[in-house]
């Protein structure tokens, strides 16, 4: 019987300790920074900036700001997009270095690049 108190008391204290530890845990997650994110515009027929330098796992943006609709197509059809209206928006999550050149495909002298390191 008295066996069974002192387990039931240590039980207790792992209890505490592992609530004291996720508790810790918790704030720690709170200090970690956000996945990165960088928004290009698409504005008078071009990419602005045209040309960007990203690290892994960065989330681009396009946003269209110009009153004719575009579109965001990767070279080697990694990533494409829909025809953007005004104010709409396309993303791409990066997860693999490389350079990744893309276009307009309702105006192909429109072109940009990403490069993921
Ligand atoms: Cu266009």
């Known amino acids: 019987m008295r066996m069974r108190v002192c387990i039931a008391s240590l039980a207790?204290?792992?209890?505490?300790a592992a609530i004291l530890f996720a508790g810790g845990k918790g704030s720690t997650v709170n200090a970690q920074q956000a996945p990165p994110a960088i928004e290009v515009k698409i504005d008078n027929f071009s990419f602005g900036p045209a040309a960007i330098t990203v690290p892994v796992g960065?989330?681009?943006?396009?946003?269209?700001?110009?009153?004719?609709?575009?579109?965001?197509?990767?070279?080697?059809?990694?990533?494409?997009?829909?025809?953007?209206?005004?104010?709409e928006q396309f993303s791409y999550t990066f997860s693999?270095?490389?350079t990744y050149p893309y276009f307009c495909s309702v105006h192909p002298k429109m072109t940009g690049k990403v490069i993921v390191q």
């Open 12 to 16: 207790v204290s792992i209890l505490f």
């Open 58 to 87: 960065t989330t681009v943006t396009w946003t269209n700001r110009d009153d004719i609709p575009h579109t965001v197509v990767s070279d080697d059809k990694v990533f494409k997009s829909k025809v953007l209206d005004t104010e």
């Open 96 to 98: 693999r270095p490389g």
